[in-house]
């Protein structure tokens, strides 16, 4: 390191010097072992109600949000934008303005609207619809160590162009994408962290084999006073084909247990009728019939008239008791 400090002591631009020194310092506290990403990769929000004015971020609504260019004139309706060396005019109705990550924004709650279904109850929840960093960086004004339960269901990064936050540059071809995914999921799972009860709470977090791998040991790095367990979970039992690969029927969820969280059975699970284990008979604590098992929808013999033979019928006798 001597020998670079004496090279970048060597450069006369004074700012070129400072931000050198700056990246250098930031690359020495980089870690040296373990999971190693990129953690200040860029990443832009959408501000759909801040009005365009001269000096302002803007992207194409239509176009890609990281594609960002600064207005220096407004002229009617048309926006002259700049972008480095290049320039170019839009309606103002085809703007949005951008935030790059970092810069302040202070997020508020507006009230879309509301539906009452149990009048007579105390019980309510609440639909935010938001970029979940800023909602959840808005969550911990009033709930910082009070939540229970967080269920995240991320993008897999998968190349597919349905991820919200700009597939285009985290696509199958860019050697940086399983860096450009762990900063984003980086970022939020810090500030989940900091609303979970850290006494009794779980977090629980879907993904797939794209990134099963990486989240691990991520989630590792981010709770390690926490116990950690990765399930599998069925979502297609026929499989999904795949050409020149082995089809797959499961993705996998991790739970995060902090504190006292922990399973607790009930005694009955969706496979097995229960046991006592005081004199192993067969308890039925559970009588309902799950009738979607039974059926046949996406058989092609799904039809009572196209396989007569194969279809029978189910008697229910009411429960007195209980009527």
């Not at 808005?138 to 339960?149: F, I, M, S, T």
């Not at 790095?221 to 050409?243: H, W």
Request: proline letters at 4%.
């Amino acid at each position: 390191m001597a020998a670079i400090n004496d090279l970048i002591a060597q450069i006369q631009d004074a700012e070129l010097r400072n931000k050198i020194e700056q990246e250098v310092n930031r690359m020495n506290k980089q870690k040296k072992f373990g999971l190693v990403f990129e953690e200040h990769l860029p990443e832009c929000t959408p501000l759909y109600e801040m009005p365009v004015n001269c000096g302002s971020n803007v992207a194409l609504k239509s176009g890609n949000i990281n594609d960002i260019y600064r207005v220096i004139a407004i002229n009617n309706e048309k926006a002259l934008c700049m972008k480095e060396d290049e320039q170019a005019e839009w309606n103002i109705a085809d703007l949005v303005v951008v935030a790059k990550f970092g810069e302040p924004i202070y997020p508020y709650l507006k009230q879309i609207d509301s539906v009452c279904n149990a009048p007579d109850s105390n019980l309510w929840h609440t639909l935010i619809e938001a970029d979940n960093y800023h909602a959840l960086q808005l969550l911990e004004y009033l709930y910082a160590g009070k939540v229970d339960c967080i269920y995240i269901d991320p993008p897999y990064n998968t190349g597919a162009k349905d991820w919200k936050y700009n597939n285009d540059y985290v696509d199958g071809n860019d050697s940086y994408r399983h860096s450009k995914w762990l900063s984003m999921m980086q970022k939020r799972l810090k500030l989940a962290k900091r609303l979970l009860n850290p006494k009794d709470s779980v977090l629980i977090v879907t993904i797939d084999e794209k990134e099963y791998l990486h989240l691990g040991c991520l989630l590792e790095e981010l709770f390690p006073e926490a116990r950690m367990q990765m399930i599998t979970s069925v979502i297609n039992p026929k499989g999904n084909r795949r050409d020149n690969e082995f089809s797959r029927c499961e993705e996998y969820i991790f739970f995060v247990y902090l504190g006292r969280a922990a399973i607790v059975s009930n005694g009955t699970d969706m496979l097995r009728e229960s046991m006592d284990n005081s004199n192993s008979e067969k308890l039925y604590e559970d009588k309902s019939v799950r009738l979607r098992a039974l059926l046949r929808q996406a058989s092609n013999h799904g039809k009572r008239t196209d396989r007569p033979n194969l279809f029978y019928p189910l008697l229910f006798e009411k429960n007195q008791e209980n009527l």
